[in-house]
């Protein structure tokens, strides 16, 4: 946190209503101190990839104080927040926090000038054990302001802002001279994003009505990379795009009306945004111009909810959204042929869900939509139009049984680009292709006894793609799930669960060698959860989950490589905790915590830096991770 947010918490702190602070104010809360030991094995970044599990002292203050009406609470813990107001007339916060995504450590590069936007080539690419060690990694300083003042009264407004500073490294890859020269480079990130809104509104139990707009600026301080590609050849200073400049606005509206007839509600949205960014091509490419970019998405939702009857509930809906593409048409510096498609649409979807009580304990519920979808820019397609349907039906007829069965069907007739000479007729991405897609579920609860529950959930579905051209022909997956209890209230409260799921893609190309290949995961997981309570005092509890997937690749010819091993991993966790109950004030915890991450995919066995035309860096190449975690803490209620 810098001394200028911190002088800023402070201020808030201190400049907040005088009456609530000099006058007697009742209060509770929270104080908690303590430390945690961290050993791990291996250069993972995975086992941090979110958060912080360094060996430090850890602690947290959360703090509530009241006068009157008047309300303050003060929280610190993986955030720094003030929020404080007068119930019913206003509320403000201000509030810090840090996330850092962690990436990959011990990354290795030969080009100099690490963090800024100009690499140079050191001549060393030889001996990857010379080369400069880094770690990738993003992290987000994020600093704002939320107020909202009512007044005493159903009218409202709202402002607030925020600004977040990241910073960090992120692997970015591009071609040199040859066709199979691939360099992976650290791409700096330094960018800054200012946000601001300001809304009011109107709320009652009948009506509510809101309009709120909102500002963003995002500034990229290295909107170009640039890097000495191939000095051998007498090529420099190559230059690679990054995240431009950009501004973003958006202006939204809500009514939810709620009448007295049929128990009805009626709720209408609209919203539009505008996204402009700009880069200057010369600075990548000699002779290219500026490109200036522009979208605007327009949306409408209406949603009428009524109960003409006690045992009937229906809703019938409209939704549409148009994306609009203003941005400039660019041409390739070397060939006129090549220009930027400017990718726009616009969506109308109606239909309605029913709900009907065929007796006290049995339901059955049912939805039909229709999606009309218009494509302007895509060479495969015009558009396409969806057909979904839907039936559910509950029981609850026996004391110690619910339930559940629910089935889905999709239709998507596709529209082709028949004016396109380059797409065949019927040929196109799968999202836009024919699509057949049929979904079923069923799930059941059972009170085996009155200290025995158990649940099993049980889901399929499969989709067939029609006249797809290196892309999905079929998608199918299975799920089941099984879920135990056992609760022995004196003695101890268990649950243990276990997990599988099943997912197979069939990919195909027909045109020239044509292969079809076929990739199939099995996904496992089981785990158990036992609490054991001890002299009223004293609670123990053990958790252990394991997990793992095991994917791979067929071909149907027998000169492409099979992969026995495709994103496979193992990941297990275990939990001892103590929680100690000194007094009614004073509680103690202590913990230990086990993890364990395993990776294996054939396309990284053997890794290699690949020292000489191509280059790579060592992004994401270690993923496996060992950590063992001891902690202890100390709270203290009041």
């Known amino acids: 946190m810098t001394y200028r947010k911190v002088f800023s918490l402070i201020v808030a702190l201190c400049t907040f209503p005088v009456t609530l602070i000099a006058a007697p104010f009742e209060y509770n809360g929270q104080l908690g101190l303590g430390g945690q030991v961290l050993s791990e094995s291996g250069d993972s970044a995975k086992g941090q990839e979110y958060q912080d599990k360094d060996s430090a002292v850890i602690g947290f203050v959360d703090v509530n104080a009241f006068k009157g009406s008047y309300y303050l609470h003060f929280d610190l813990g993986k955030k720094v927040e003030l929020s404080g107001g007068r119930f019913n007339d206003f509320k403000a916060s201000i509030y810090y926090n840090d996330l850092r995504h962690n990436i990959s450590q011990d990354a290795r590069t030969h080009y100099l000038g690490l963090d800024s936007n100009r690499l140079v080539d050191s001549g060393n690419q030889a001996d990857p054990s010379e080369w400069t060690r880094f770690n990738y990694y993003v992290e987000h300083e994020t600093f704002g302001i939320d107020t909202e003042w009512s007044f005493n009264t159903p009218f409202y407004v709202e402002i607030g802002a925020e600004q977040r500073e990241s910073d960090g490294r992120l692997p970015y890859g591009s071609y040199s001279s040859g066709p199979s020269a691939m360099i992976e480079l650290p791409a700096p990130v330094d960018w800054t994003t200012d946000t601001a809104f300001l809304g009011a509104g109107y709320r009652t139990d009948k009506l509510v009505m809101t309009l709120r707009a909102d500002v963003s600026e995002f500034d990229n301080d290295d909107e170009v990379l640039f890097w000495d590609a191939d000095v051998t050849n007498g090529v420099s200073n190559q230059g690679l795009s990054l995240a431009p400049d950009s501004d973003y606005y958006k202006v939204a509206g809500q009514m939810v009306w709620r009448p007295d007839t049929w128990a009805s509600s009626l709720a209408l949205r ?369």
Not at 414 to 419: A, H, L, R, S
Not at 442 to 457: H, P
Not at 564 to 573: G, P
Not at 574 to 587: G, V
């Open 270 to 638: 609209a919203s539009y945004s505008q996204h402009d960014n700009s880069l200057d091509l010369y600075k990548i490419e000699a002779g290219a111009g500026k490109f200036d970019g522009e979208v605007n998405n327009t949306s409408f939702d209406a949603a009428f909810n009524f109960s003409p009857i006690d045992s009937l509930d229906a809703k019938v809906f409209l939704k549409y959204f148009e994306r609009e593409n203003d941005g400039d048409t660019v041409t390739a510096v070397d060939d006129p042929t090549i220009t930027n498609s400017l990718n726009e649409y616009d969506s109308t979807s109606v239909g309605f869900d029913l709900g009907y009580a065929l007796t006290k304990s049995t339901s059955i519920n049912g939805g039909f939509e229709y999606t009309d979808t218009s494509l302007d820019g895509r060479s495969d397609a015009d558009g396409y139009e969806d057909t979904r349907l839907y039936l559910q039906w509950r029981n609850r007829s026996f004391k110690s049984l619910e339930l559940r069965a629910k089935v889905g069907y999709l239709d998507r007739d596709g529209d082709p680009n028949k004016e396109n000479s380059g797409v065949a007729d019927g040929e196109r991405a799968y999202d836009v292709a024919d699509q057949e897609r049929a979904s079923a579920e069923l799930a059941a609860m059972f009170m085996v006894s009155d200290n025995i529950d158990l649940g099993i959930d049980l889901g399929w579905w499969d989709a067939e793609y029609d006249d797809t051209d290196f892309n999905l022909t079929d998608l199918e997956h299975f799920e089941a799930f099984v879920t135990v209890g056992y609760y022995e209230p004196e003695m101890f409260t268990s649950s243990l669960y276990f997990g599988y799921e099943y997912d197979e893609t069939d990919m195909t190309s027909d045109s020239g060698d044509g292969y079809k290949e076929e990739k199939e995961f099995d996904t496992y997981a089981y785990g158990i959860n036992v609490e054991v309570p001890l002299f009223d005092v004293l609670v123990v509890s053990v958790l252990w989950d394991h997990s793992w997937v095991d994917g791979e690749a067929d071909f149907n010819r027998a000169d492409l490589v099979d992969f026995n091993d495709v994103d496979d991993y193992t990941i297990k966790t275990l939990e001892l905790k103590c929680d100690y109950n000194f007094s009614e004030t004073i509680d103690f915890t202590v913990g230990y915590i086990y993890e364990k991450y395993e990776f294996d995919d054939d396309q990284w066995d053997e890794y290699a830096y690949l020292p000489g035309d191509s280059t790579l860096s060592g992004a994401y190449s270690d993923q496996d991770f060992e950590n063992n975690i001891g902690y202890f803490l100390a709270k203290y209620r009041f």
